[in-house]
């Protein structure tokens, strides 16, 4: 075998740039004319909230390791001003054409279906009557006129601010004046006009066309809409972390006011004014963004949501696992074998029905769970309230550095503490990430007395019945004494001064994941080498890490297959010559977002399966409190295997990286038929569901 340097930064894809090409994708799926109009508008409002996050967190990070003068290249062997260089490159043409096609595609489509966003200028006179009574009683209330001169220097805008800049003309002075009036995020974007057709105006237009009431004495000369994003990424010092919930709140606000890192503007704005602004945010010419029409695209999310079903995807129904209809409750469903959920296939109820009867069942002691991200109203939230009611001991791990859910989380964790619930807030310095659901119950045995059983559930995906309906996960329920016994050692470490190391069946951040990880890996090539069977089939969210993706350089070198399911970032290099040949990455992006975690090891035939929260990046490895747990049952492993093939084998929504970076759609064979392997799960619950 030649020798290579598996260090050469071209074995490698920038991090940056990868993310990118998710963005990509996913703008891919707004542009399908195959996709229902509503859906293509959800991906169009989703790629514009994805790099709003992408500017403000990484493109943030590049500016500021910029300001900083640092000069370490990343692993891939760019310096950060050519990552910020290569970034814009990427960014500008993407923002491009994710507005034409909101303009000149989606837009005009919706219009022929009767969803129409109309001009003021041809608004009906009972229809002005409604904007005049909208615009009196509700908008002009809001707003606030912001004036720009000697006295009143302009306005710091929070983040993500839509504003419009107003050249005014003093008719008393003669004067020309300025003035900016920011467009309320506390208001509807689109107003709906009477009627049974689904006619809205935008509320930008509203503020135009109605503008000069806030300027007595002035002509408005002209509008110029414009939008600022701020760094608004979070950092606690570890002189700050003594009261963690305070340090958040004063962070989150800090977040609003953080330096200008993009600004954005219609086309129409004169250039010496986008000059003045770009002057005035200190920013460089490459961060201003000139778009055709709208800004804040992601509030199109609204008109989304409209209730049109002949314009959105079927709907569909979830079910509940087979082993809950088998059994007489969930406790025996679970004492007669493990079993897996597959959300959004699964009702999120398969795992809240655990909670809900933990919660009244007086033989229940006590009830411990992680919370990441639970969104409002949470039914969660309200069944650990109900239970520390009800006298059970419950803890709650919050962990509140959930980024954009810090705000939320604060709210229901205040909520659950008033509650009587014990809520822990973890670690300053590392983020609980991990999906752990405990109940430990005192059961009555045959032959008299009893014993403490633990129920568990573990799983990839938040306890959020809301993303559980969008998004893609695997968990399971088991009542296995060793992992029972390790989730327990697990909450010891999130709230107390554990310093557990080793544990039984778990691999757990950032203890021994990556060690266990990275011996897994070299086994597969050691079964290799021996030649027994091997083989590595992986399904996860990012693939970042340089140490892992050296180990997979390894390994194929050595002769393992190697299949790897990567929705987003992927900063391997796959079907490199002597390095990476046996290596193949797809990506699927469709109508669910695809979020669990799965590796299968072939391990010399014994199948090792291995399900977590946990991507394979270094923050995850490193950083936070991660676990990833063995599913053992064959029944379960086989389960697991159908969905790995089924994604493997899209030919729709299935894209596969090739050496050069670009993503191509998975071609067919001749006379091989379309395969949506969403879609085909669907098909297949329901048709579960009508046979049971």
């Known amino acids: 075998m030649s020798a290579f340097d598996l260090f050469d930064p071209e074995l490698y894809f920038n991090r940056e740039l990868a993310w990118l090409s998710f963005n990509e994708r996913v703008l891919d799926e707004a542009l399908d004319r195959d996709n229902p109009l509503l859906e293509r508008l959800k991906f169009l409002a989703i ?21 900083a003068g640092i000069e370490k290249r990343s692993f891939d062997g760019m310096t950060v001003e050519e990552q910020l260089a290569a970034v814009r490159k990427r960014v500008h043409p993407m923002v491009l054409l994710h507005r034409q096609a909101l303009r000149d595609e989606v837009l005009p489509s919706l219009e022929r279906q009767g969803v129409r966003i109309v001009p003021i200028s041809e608004l009906s006179a009972g229809e002005h ?18 004036a720009v001169d000697a006295s009143h220097p302009f306005p710091r805008l ?5 504003s419009l800049l107003l050249q005014l003309f003093d008719e008393l002075s003669g004067e020309e004046r300025t003035a900016v009036v920011q467009v309320p995020s506390v208001l509807p974007r689109f107003v709906r006009l009477p009627g049974p057709d689904q006619r809205f105006v935008i509320l930008e237009d509203v503020i135009r066309a109605k503008v000069s009431a806030l300027f007595p004495g002035h002509v408005v000369r002209s509008v110029h809409g414009f939008r600022v994003t701020r760094n608004a990424d979070i950092e606690i010092a570890e002189d700050e972390a003594d009261d963690l919930l305070h340090v958040i709140e004063d962070e989150v606000r800090r977040r609003r006011w953080g330096d200008a890192v993009r600004l954005e503007v219609i086309a129409d704005m004169p250039s010496q004014w986008r000059e003045h602004l770009r002057h005035t945010l200190l920013l460089e010419p490459g961060d201003v963004y000139e778009v055709p029409n709208h800004l804040n695209v992601s509030d199109f999310m609204e008109l ?17 696992p087979t082993e809950y209809r088998q059994a007489g409750g969930v406790y025996e469903a679970i004492r007669r074998q493990d079993v897996l959920v597959h959300h959004p296939f699964h009702a999120f109820d398969a795992v809240l029905q655990l909670l809900e009867e933990a919660v009244d069942d007086p033989d229940v002691l006590a ?31 919050v962990e509140l550095k959930a980024r954009f859910d810090e705000e939320n989380n604060i709210v229901w964790a ?27 119950r005192r059961e009555r045995e045959p032959g008299g007395g009893s014993v403490i059983r633990r129920y568990v559930h573990l799983g990839t995906g938040n306890y959020n019945p809301a993303t559980a309906a969008l998004y893609t996960d695997f968990g399971m329920l088991t009542c296995d004494e060793e992992i029972g016994a390790d989730v327990s050692d697990m909450f010891n470490l999130l709230t107390g001064f554990s310093t557990q190391s080793s544990w039984r069946k778990l691999w757990v951040a950032p203890k021994t994941l990556r060690e266990e990880l990275l011996s897994a890996i070299e086994r597969e090539a050691e079964h290799a080498r021996a030649g027994r069977p091997a083989a590595i089939f992986a399904k996860m969210n990012s693939l970042v890490d340089p140490e892992v993706i050296r180990a997979l350089y390894s390994a194929s070198r050595a002769g393992v297959p190697i299949q790897l399911i990567i929705r987003g970032i992927c900063c391997l290099r796959p079907a490199v010559p002597g390095v990476s040949e046996t290596i ?7 109508r669910f977002l695809e979020h669990s975690r799965v590796t299968w090891f ?15 990046m270094q923050r995850n490895l490193d950083a936070r409190v991660e676990a990833v747990f063995p599913v053992e049952d064959p029944r379960l492993q086989r389960k697991l295997r159908q969905v790995l093939d089924l994604q493997w084998r899209d030919t729709v929504k299935g894209r596969e990286l090739h050496s050069d970076g670009v993503y191509r759609r998975v071609p067919r064979k001749r006379g091989q038929r379309k395969l949506n392997s969403q879609q085909r799960l669907l098909e297949l619950s329901a048709k579960r569901m009508a046979q049971s």
Request: charged content about 25%; hydrophobic content about 45%.
């Open 47 to 67: 790629v514009g909230s994805n790099l709003d996050e992408f500017m403000m967190i990484r493109y943030a990070g590049l500016k500021e390791q910029q300001a």
């Open 129 to 146: 009557e409604v904007v005049d009574r909208f615009f009196d009683h509700e908008l002009f209330p809001v707003l606030t006129p912001l």
């Open 158 to 162: 929070p983040n993500l601010s839509f």
């Open 304 to 320: 989304a949501q409209l209730d049109r079903p002949d314009l959105r995807d079927p709907p569909f129904v979830s079910r509940l």
């Open 367 to 397: 009830i411990k769970q992680t919370l990441y991200r639970v969104g409002s109203r949470s039914p969660v939230v309200a069944a650990l309230a109900r239970a520390a009611g009800n006298g059970k001991l419950v803890t709650a791990l």
């Open 414 to 440: 205040r909520e659950l503490e008033a509650a009587g619930v014990h809520v822990v807030y973890g670690f300053a310095r590392l983020k609980t990430h991990c999906k752990a659901l405990l109940v430990v």
């Open 584 to 590: 193949r990455v797809r990506s699927v992006v469709g």
């Open 602 to 616: 072939r391990d010399g035939g014994r199948d090792t399966m291995m399900v977590g929260s946990a991507d394979w």
